[in-house]
C-alpha cells in the first residue's frame, strides 16, 4: 500500500525541525520496501549564507542527512511505530558515497531508499538523491534504534 505524506506528517516521524528537518513531502511509501520523497532546496536554506555566499552549493553532507531522513521515516512507518522519547534511529554509517551533480538553489531532489536489510534494529538501504533524471548523490547507509537516557 502506497503512502502520501506532507510535512506535518513527516514531523510525527522524525524528531528534527527546522531547520535540520530536510524533507518536505513524501510521495510514495511502502512499508518495507522502499520511500521516495522530496527536498526543494532554496535561496533561503541558512547554510548557503556559508556554503558558498557566491556560489551557493547544498553541502554533500546534508544530502546524505536528508536520505538517511527518508530512510528513518520508511523505518517508523514499517515498524508502524513513531519516535519516542526514549528510543531515536541514529544514522549509524555510510558506505560507497558517491556525488554526481551539484545541487543549487531551485532544484528539488527526488529522494529514493530501498530497504535492503534489517537485523536487531540495525537497518541497511540503497539511497539515491535525484534531480529531476539526473543523478545527484547515492550511498549504502545504515542506521541503528538506539536507546536514549536523558
Not at 532546496?41 to 556559508?50: K, L
Not at 513513531?82 to 551533480?101: H, M, T, V
Request: include cysteine.
Amino acid at each position: 500500500m502506497s503512502q502520501i505524506m506532507d510535512v506535518l506528517e513527516i514531523a510525527k516521524c522524525l524528531p528534527h525541525r527546522y531547520p535540520f528537518l530536510l524533507i518536505d513531502r513524501v510521495l510514495d511509501l511502502q512499508p518495507g520496501v522502499s520511500i521516495k520523497a522530496i527536498k526543494n532546496v532554496t535561496i533561503n536554506e541558512p547554510f548557503f549564507q556559508g556554503h558558498f555566499p557566491t556560489y551557493p552549493v547544498m553541502p554533500g553532507v546534508l544530502i546524505m542527512e536528508a536520505l538517511a531522513q527518508a530512510a528513518g521515516v520508511l523505518s517508523y512507518k514499517s515498524l508502524e511505530v513513531a519516535p519516542s522519547e526514549d528510543s531515536l534511529y541514529f544514522f549509524a554509517g555510510i558506505d560507497n558515497a558517491r556525488f554526481k551533480r551539484q545541487v543549487v538553489p531551485g532544484d528539488q531532489l527526488t529522494l529514493c531508499v530501498q530497504i535492503t536489510a534489517n537485523k536487531r534494529g540495525i537497518w541497511k538501504y540503497k539511497a539515491q538523491a535525484f534531480v529531476g533524471d539526473e543523478l545527484a548523490a547515492e550511498a549504502d547507509l545504515m542506521c541503528a534504534q538506539r536507546e536514549v537516557k536523558r
